[in-house]
């Protein structure tokens, strides 16, 4: 960066809010993808949003190139400073500003984690229920900006669903207040949903009304062993039929062992399956609602065995075996994707799959896991232990071509949660017509025209 620039940061930020040292451009230079190595100019603080808007003023002055930063705890490189940019780190605008108990609104700043606005709803009787592994880290500008799903998503949505305002700053350094937390606003162009999964392309999100509702009286699991994909979609049916459902998960047999191995965990039901599939639900009843649903399954040679969870305690175990297959595999730095179809096309997606990696690399250890109850799977190639980081990702790049041919025959989705970033953006046109793109494009130059958000990631 060069020195004027650094003094004109230094205009706007204090100096525990601006950072340069090694250390600090390292850790907030990058996120989890783990394949880019991070070359960011500077780190920046705000902790008002005047200074955010100073500094898009002064990178449009300058052409210095910003990213936006949370939690990072992404799986795409939407959060990677390659480039000597300034990354903008928002661990600073971290405050719950107010709670409207009448609209069931919370407003918030982007810095917010994930947890602590969950823990707020909590407190106020109510629920937020976006909820992933990473909702101890991630932070809600972040999640905005990709759109996060996660477990819950088959019973309440995606994030979008629960955007209710929103305040950014354009690429432009214009300040905008977006809908303002209203349930009925029929004025033309919402741009609130341009925001929401423009992975920091657009603008930087610095605040949000962020919507809450009724927690459920109580939730209980029942985790079971299946035969194959078929059975899954036709225990979904069943139990979305005579429970009221809130996630359905599915992992491999190769998931639940790294797990078990990281956590030292014994297995939670005797003998083996390929598949695997926890139900969480709604009830006040208690596990014993879910008994009819399970010895139908059972009868029909759906599931294999299983087990019920019986206390809150036990909820939460039963869970670790799903939650912990991303912590459990990291030091394998797995080569992702974030892949959806049909909920009906999924068995079909995934022999098709698997077929491809088998047929193009026999040496890799794939792991499955995901929400199959919205069609969103998420395949995982674990690098060989004596495999370089460089080597595999380029192997993995030229499987992933083949991959993505397979989720454009069944018309499905490159990411399905996790953004484009840097990973996924050679694979866009899988998913994205040329047409698609273009305008996409045009979206970009009309609140970016100086290419100094985020720029390289998406498009």
């Known amino acids: 960066m060069i020195s004027s620039s650094y003094r004109d940061l230094q205009g706007i930020f204090d100096a525990d809010c601006l ?29 008002e949003i005047n200074q955010v808007v100073e500094l898009v003023q002064l990178a449009n002055r300058n052409n210095l190139s910003l990213v936006p930063s949370g939690g990072r705890t992404g799986l795409s490189g939407g959060a990677v400073a390659r480039h000597q940019e300034v990354v903008v780190s928002f661990s600073k605008m971290d405050k719950i500003l107010e709670f409207d108990d009448a609209d069931q609104l919370v407003w918030i700043e982007a810095g917010v984690i994930t947890k602590q606005l969950q823990n707020f709803a909590e407190a106020h009787n109510c629920l937020y229920p976006v909820d992933f592994a990473s909702s101890g880290s991630s932070q809600l500008g972040g999640n905005i900006a990709t759109n996060a799903g996660g477990i ?85 049916k069943l139990c979305q039929a005579d429970l009221p459902v809130t996630a359905f998960e599915f992992f491999s047999a190769a998931a639940l062992e ?39 399954a059972l009868s029909q040679g759906w599931v294999l065995d299983g087990v019920m969870s019986q206390s809150e305690s036990e909820r939460l175990r039963l869970w670790q075996y799903r939650e912990g297959i991303s912590e459990a595999i990291t030091s394998r730095t797995p080569y992702k994707h974030d892949i959806s179809v049909l909920i009906s096309q999924a068995p079909d997606f995934l022999r098709a ?7 193009e690399s026999a040496a890799f250890e794939v792991v499955w896991f ?43 989705s490159i990411s399905a949660e996790h953004g484009v970033g840097l990973l996924k953006k050679g694979y866009l046109e899988h998913s994205r017509s040329e047409l698609d793109r273009l305008y996409m494009s045009k979206m970009k130059g009309l609140f970016d025209p100086g290419n100094i958000m985020n ?5």
Request: net charge neutral.
């Open 258 to 296: 790294q797990v078990m191995h990281h956590q030292d965990l014994a297995a939670p039901m005797t003998g083996y399956a390929p598949y695997y599939v926890l139900v969480e639900f709604e009830g006040g009843e208690g596990a014993s609602s879910a008994m009819p649903v399970f010895e139908k």
């Open 455 to 459: 720029p390289g990631k998406l498009l």
């Open 152 to 236: 819950k998503v088959l019973r309440y949505g995606l994030t979008r669903n629960w955007v209710a305002g929103l305040t950014v700053v354009t690429g432009k350094g214009d300040l905008l207040e977006l809908n303002n937390g209203l349930i009925k606003n029929a004025t033309g162009y919402d741009f609130r949903h341009l925001f929401v999964g423009s992975e920091g392309t657009l603008g930087m999100i610095l605040g949000a009304a962020m919507k809450v509702t009724q927690a459920p009286v109580s939730l209980h699991v029942m985790l079971v062993s299946i035969p194959d994909m078929v059975s899954a979609l036709k225990l979904l």
């Open 353 to 359: 799959i698997e077929a491809v990696v088998r047929q």
């Open 19 to 47: 950072s340069v040292e090694s250390a600090d451009l390292k850790f907030y230079g990058t996120d989890w993808t783990r394949f880019y190595e991070p070359d960011p100019a500077a780190i920046v603080f705000p902790r």
């Open 370 to 412: 995901g929400h199959i109850g919205d069609g969103n799977v998420h395949l995982n190639i674990l690098r060989p232990e004596d495999w370089q980081i460089d080597e595999f990702r380029a192997v993995c790049e030229k499987l992933g071509s083949k991959i993505m041919a397979v989720v454009a025959r069944f018309k499905g």
